[in-house]
């Protein structure tokens, strides 16, 4: 009878834990509410949504757009920063430029057609084109080295590709420092 007794209480306390893990793993009543039901749902619809119901109009023409999470600002300097490149290999004995600006300061670099160093008529009509299409820069710095020109780029490729530009403010730092230099 005690081996009876034991048995059946064993079975008994397996039945107590299971029914204790069961009731605590289950989702909270919140009163009889169905607010986490709600919940769900409302989660579910947002995932699987209209992507494209929080975009402007201007959005909503580029199936590519590549922005997301930019702000206006952020879309306008690259826009700006292009511009700018784009005007400044206009000019005569200009193969390629990247611009990147930061606050008041434009970092230039450029590849200029088979010299090493740059005239400084043409730092300044470079200064001077650069200050006419953005009123808010007041410095300019113009390199025409390789390695900067490539670290201007590849910055400006990165804000573009979404990094907010004050990630790069030690790089362009120091990009003004190895310039300065060569250039005040």
Known sequence: MVKRFKGISIIFLIILMVSAISIGCQNKDNNGTEENDDMETEDNDMNNGDTNENMNDEDATDPNNNDEGMTDQDQNMDIDNDALANSIVEMDGINDATVVTMDEVAL????INGEDNISDDMKQEIESKIKEEDSNINEVYVSNEPDLFERINTISNDVRGGNPIED???DIAEIIDRIT???K
């Not at 230039?108 to 590849?111: E, F, K, P």
């Open 108 to 111: 230039v670099g450029i590849d």
């Open 168 to 170: 790069f403010s030690d």
């Open 181 to 183: 230099p060569k250039t």
